[in-house]
């Protein structure tokens, strides 16, 4: 099956805000799906990126901020929590606040979620 190519400037914003909020980090997330879906790792460009997080309303430091406590709280998307950890760092969290971030979800997702996401965050803040 042949991809499906961008019909609009979607794809253009979504990659440019892709690279601005994950660096090479969501490059490389794009680039490994090439092989198996490329379709999905257009859309995943596009949808995310070109639609939503280029909405008005919240700042991508807010955008890192509900996207690093939904991960948590989800509890079984660590490599995509590190990829949202990497983001909040690329966009301005400082390591403080997503220790707070990471701890506020003991409270609504449980003491095991928030500390997957603290041992997440250690390994990334390592890697910084």
Known sequence: MTPIPPTDDRFARGSRALAEIDGHGGEAVVAALADIAPDFARYLV????????????????MREIATIAALTALGHATPQLKVHLRAGLNVGLTRGEIVEVLMQMAVYAGFPAALNGLFAAKEVFAEA
């Open 46 to 61: 596009e949808f995310p990126f070109g639609d939503i997080y280029c909405r008005p309303g919240l700042d991508l430091r």
